[in-house]
């Protein structure tokens, strides 16, 4: 009597092979997002807009510098202005924007 084999073996083909694949995909995925704990909302002011090159320099209250770029989500990097306020969340990691929002 040989053993029946298991669901989801290599024997076997079976839907729920398809559903696994997508929760290993989706913590994946999960698991390059930051947490909460991880981030950080700053507040700045832009400092310089170098359009040639499609960054904006926000400078906050402690002097920390963040870069605005063309892909930043948020912000329409056309009008961002010298002067502009700018509300941002950060990655505490290596300080990456991954939000921003125009203040004034």
Known sequence: MSAAPRVGSPQEP????SVNAM???TAALQADLPSEAGL??????VSEVL????LAHVRTSDSSLYVLNRQTPGVLFA????????RMNVTLKFNRVLYAQLLS
Not at 14 to 17: F, L, V, W
């Open 14 to 17: 079976s839907s729920n092979s």
């Open 23 to 25: 929760r290993v995909k």
């Open 40 to 45: 950080l909302t700053v507040e700045g002011e």
């Open 51 to 54: 359009d040639g090159f499609g």
């Open 79 to 86: 009008n961002l202005q010298v002067g502009q306020r700018v």
